[in-house]
């Protein structure tokens, strides 16, 4: 076999092997990109119980509205944790942290959290 030939069986061998690696990246990446985008709406649920009688989503209750508060996460999470003004404070045994990760997603979907 000249040197040429063997290059070339190689070259596509490469090339073969590339797409095939891009391609199960992309695969891979597929399911993240999904979550991400569902991520939000699994923040809904506990946002309601947690927070959605004072807060209702664009409606006028007891809370203000949330939607573009853009407070910080940090901010947020002790306004959450300690209470604030009217607020009465969420504690752990009420809002789980991974709980109250979920409505950070959520909070952060309507630009109350950056």
Known sequence: MTKNRERGRWGLCFGVLGALVVAGAMVTAMPHRAQAQNRPAQGVAQFNR???RCHPDG???TGPDLHN??????QMTTIIRNGQ???RAIPPNKLSNADLAKVMVYLRSIHAVR
């Open 69 to 74: 508060l853009n407070k910080t996460e940090e």
């Open 59 to 61: 409606g006028e209750d």
């Open 50 to 52: 947690a927070c959605g």
């Open 85 to 87: 003004k009217r607020m």
